[in-house]
């Protein structure tokens, strides 16, 4: 019986803390770092547009049945040739805009907008 008390008890107390720290803002955490993905397809990026917070990884996944790369225009970033659903990811680590393209196909094109 002793055991079941101070399981309630310590039950309570762990609900109450963490209701408190909700309701304080204790208990919110924001990720610094998420991920997102960009997709090629049909010789085009998508979303052509993307936001995202500093810290965030972005991952570009080709699923056309011919090669793509993704390069930064400020030359920031550089993928190899990406064959059908080979990855490329990168980091980023500063806000701004970051405008970029398929350095194969250079009507294709991108940006992700960076936020702090």
Same mark, same amino acid.
């Given at each position: 019986?002793?055991?079941? *008390?101070?399981?309630?008890?310590?039950?309570? #107390?762990?609900?109450? %803390?963490?209701?408190?720290?909700?309701?304080?803002?204790?208990?919110?955490?924001?990720?610094? %770092?998420?991920?997102?993905?960009?997709?090629?397809?049909?010789?085009?990026?998508?979303? *052509?547009?993307?936001?995202?917070?500093?810290?965030?990884?972005?991952?570009?996944?080709?699923?056309?049945?011919?090669?793509?790369?993704?390069?930064?225009?400020?030359?920031?970033?550089?993928?190899?040739?990406?064959?059908?659903?080979?990855?490329?990811?990168?980091?980023?680590?500063? #806000?701004?805009?970051?405008?970029?393209?398929?350095?194969?196909?250079?009507?294709?094109?991108?940006?992700?907008?960076?936020?702090?």
């Amino acid at each position: 019986m002793g055991m079941i *008390a101070n399981r309630r008890t310590f039950v309570a #107390a762990a609900v109450f %803390g963490l209701a408190s720290g909700a309701m304080l803002g204790l208990g919110v955490v924001k990720a610094e %770092g998420t991920a997102k993905e960009v997709t090629i397809d049909n010789f085009t990026f998508g979303p *052509a547009e993307l936001s995202v917070p500093v810290g965030t990884t972005v991952t570009w996944i080709n699923r056309d049945d011919i090669p793509h790369t993704v390069v930064a225009k400020d030359k920031g970033f550089r993928s190899k040739a990406l064959d059908t659903d080979d990855r490329y990811s990168f980091t980023f680590t500063s #806000a701004g805009t970051y405008d970029y393209f398929c350095g194969l196909h250079p009507h294709m094109t991108g940006k992700i907008v960076v936020t702090p």
